[in-house]
T-cell receptor
Framework: QKEVEQNSGPLSVPEGAIASLNCTYS??????FFWYRQYSGKSPELIMS????GDKEDGRFTAQLNKASQYVSLLIRDSQPSDSANYLC???????????FGKGNQVVVIP | EPEVTQTPSHQVTQMGQEVILRCVPI?????FYWYRQILGQKVEFLVS????????KSEIFDDQFSVERPDGSNFTLKIRSTKLEDSAMYFC???????????FGPGTRLLVL
């Protein structure tokens, strides 16, 4: 079982719409959860961190965490063409300080 | 805003040669990391470093790899004898004491021929 799974294929959304991304993780003891954005050929850029169950909002981004179901999601409201990127879910497994990454969800915002 | 820097941005080397990738973490950070990303694949953890020693390493980080903090600002990754499969983007990251957030540098693209 992969540590972090992001199974959705590329997501195309019209400009101004909501993009919804999901991620599941295998280590029930994981404590810290992150969403990074990665443009092609660039490094991961932190968007959100979330540590407790529920929602966390930052501007147009909302992260949701459900530890019982072991999933993390990211909502992007009012999507802009500049949001077109690969979105990486990352988790800190229990007892570690490394990040375990999923493969990412490619988002394309269509003007 | 403080950021992690990495040099060189690109490196081309011959198989079997040694390479050293350099990183300058954010100045007040105490945790340092190396990750790599093979083209089209996910970001993979290599090693973490704290208090002048390796705190964790992955299966990828074998005897061909080493890390060093030679002075108060630099953090290096050395690959002793490069292989074709070492071709990847290598990212350095750093984090503050007590915080799990990691900030990534721009990366070094390594191509082994």
């Amino acid at each position: 079982q992969k540590e972090v799974e992001q199974n959705s294929g590329p997501l195309s959304v019209p400009e101004g719409a909501i993009a919804s991304l999901n991620c599941t993780y295998s280590d029930r003891g994981s404590q810290s959860f992150f969403w990074y954005r990665q443009y092609s050929g660039k490094s991961p850029e932190l968007i959100m961190s979330i540590y407790s169950n529920g929602d966390k909002e930052d501007g147009r981004f909302t992260a949701q965490l459900n530890k019982a179901s072991q999933y993390v999601s990211l909502l992007i409201r009012d999507s802009q063409p500049s949001d077109s990127a690969n979105y990486l879910c990352a988790v800190t497994p229990y007892g570690n300080n490394r990040l375990a990454f999923g493969k990412g969800n490619q988002v394309v915002v269509i003007p | 805003e403080p950021e992690v820097t990495q040099t060189p941005s690109h490196q081309v080397t011959q198989m079997g040669q040694e390479v050293i990738l350099r990183c300058v973490p954010i100045s007040n950070h105490l945790y340092f990391y190396w990750y790599r990303q093979i083209l089209g694949q996910k970001v993979e953890f290599l090693v973490s470093f704290y208090n002048n020693e390796i705190s964790e390493k992955s299966e990828i980080f074998d005897d061909q790899f080493s890390v060093e903090r030679p002075d108060g600002s630099n953090f290096t990754l050395k690959i002793r004898s490069t292989k074709l499969e070492d071709s990847a983007m290598y990212f350095c990251a750093s984090g503050e004491e007590g915080m799990e957030t990691q900030y990534f540098g721009p990366g070094t693209r390594l191509l082994v021929l």
